[in-house]
């Protein structure tokens, strides 16, 4: 088996992961293609245990038998910035019919760069078929249009028909997407579901809102069962043995969040009103309406990315600790924290930089969540076999998932 070795640099962090067997045994040190730094090539140490994931028990995968496989990112952001830039100006100097080719060349280098076991992911889509996905798309997005600027009451039965066809659409895009990514020659398998499908993306969702969002946890619980049960990696389908119960947690955890935040932004401005100098007289209020703004901004803007990085951590890792595939099983150890921080950074990164930190910012997501994902197995992943009788599946329904942005979020 290959095994692979990272090399870092210690002055600006720059990795690169290659074979181990590649390094000539002579070689002592090297230079940073990056920042040009000539640094010692140390003997590689042995890497950390992953930390336990609160969802395991403590002794998960250290019984006998059982192995721990890190995922790992390699890729490196000024590699993705020449493929991100690129796929930019050609999005825009050709009003989008670019966007195919853009997509595969993304997925593929994001892929390529994101290794298991010593073997990186594949994505092997065609362009031409996500083209023909995409004239599809355009093609729904103009009729849906149309019909509202035709006739308002057109609009009606045009939304109906888009509700109705967001569970084909999932399944469609689902089937796609799996059929096209691959590990060591295995593909992976999405089974089409229509009826499944149709219960967790049409009717729970509206029995979700006549409940006044009381069934929304289950609803998202659903979703997620869906999407690992129905995927396979070759002939080995996936399960899924967490708990409604754990989504209602999340939730319950989220809105806690929610009601201190709002409660401390509460606090802050009764405080300010109080101990405002000089406002005798309640006319002169008016002088705080400035102040009570930004704070409100930023209390408000607060509380959106501290609710929004509260769930996608908590449902990542519930979703991923809760997904098996043979006798293994998935761990991640998301922190809330770290992802905080990487998202504000992010932000502010892109925000100064005008958006061209874009691809460092998504290296460094990639890399963090490889680095906290690990696959917890009994015996080698070549006991899982492909699935030959694999059979193509149109790209329209990625196309349209993409144009009429329906997001499917389970947290894989």
């Known amino acids: 088996m290959t095994t692979y070795r990272t090399i870092t640099c210690p002055q600006c962090r720059f990795a690169k992961t290659v074979p181990a067997d590649t390094i000539p045994a002579a070689v002592t040190s090297v230079t940073c293609p990056q920042c040009g730094t000539s640094f ?25 038998g059982r192995h ?20 930019t100006v050609l999005k825009i100097v050709t009003f989008g019919i670019y966007s195919a080719w853009a997509k595969v060349r993304k997925r593929r280098w994001f892929y390529g760069n994101t290794w298991l076991d010593g073997h990186a992911f594949e994505y092997l889509a065609d362009p031409k078929a996500l083209f023909k996905g995409w004239l599809i798309g355009v093609g729904a997005l103009m009729l849906y249009s149309a019909a509202g600027k035709i006739d308002p009451l057109l609009a009606i039965p045009a939304g109906l028909a888009l509700f109705l066809a967001i569970p084909w659409v999932i399944v469609r895009s689902r089937m796609f997407n799996n059929r096209n990514s691959s590990h060591r020659n295995i593909r992976f398998g999405f089974r089409a579901n229509y009826r499944e499908a149709y219960t967790v993306y049409a009717w729970l969702p509206l029995l979700s809102l006549l409940s006044l969002g009381l069934l929304y946890p289950y ?34 955890g989220a809105s806690l969040w929610f009601v201190l935040i709002l409660g401390i932004i509460g606090v802050a401005a009764t405080l300010l009103l109080q101990g405002a100098p000089g406002l005798k007289n309640p006319r002169d209020l008016h002088l705080l309406l400035g102040p009570m703004l930004v704070l409100l901004y930023i209390g408000m803007l607060m509380l959106s990315v501290v609710f929004t990085v509260y769930l996608k951590v908590r449902l990542a890792n519930l979703t991923w600790n809760g997904t098996c595939l043979g006798s293994g099983r998935f761990a991640s150890s998301l922190r809330i924290q ?27 997501l990639a890399r963090y969540r490889c680095a906290h994902l690990v696959f917890i197995h009994e015996g080698p992943l070549d006991n899982f076999l492909a699935d030959a009788q694999g059979k193509k599946v149109g790209a329209a329904g990625e196309e349209l998932a993409d144009l009429f942005d329906v997001g499917v979020e389970i947290g894989l």
Not at 40 to 64: C, T, W
């Open 219 to 252: 609803t998202v619980y659903r979703q997620r069962k869906f999407h690992v049960e129905q995927s396979s990696f070759g002939s080995a389908p996936l399960r899924f043995d967490a708990k409604a119960r754990d989504y209602y947690r999340v939730y319950a």
């Open 40 to 64: 010692a090539l140390e003997e590689p140490a042995l890497p950390p245990a992953p930390p336990p994931s609160p969802s395991l028990p403590a002794d998960h995968g250290h019984k006998e």
């Open 68 to 87: 721990t496989l890190n995922f790992h990112f390699s890729g490196a952001a000024r590699e993705y910035f020449g493929i991100w830039i690129v796929n």
């Open 338 to 364: 770290d992802l905080l921080w990487l998202y504000i950074s992010n932000l502010v990164a892109i925000a100064l930089t005008l958006g061209l930190m874009i691809p460092w910012a998504a290296v460094r």
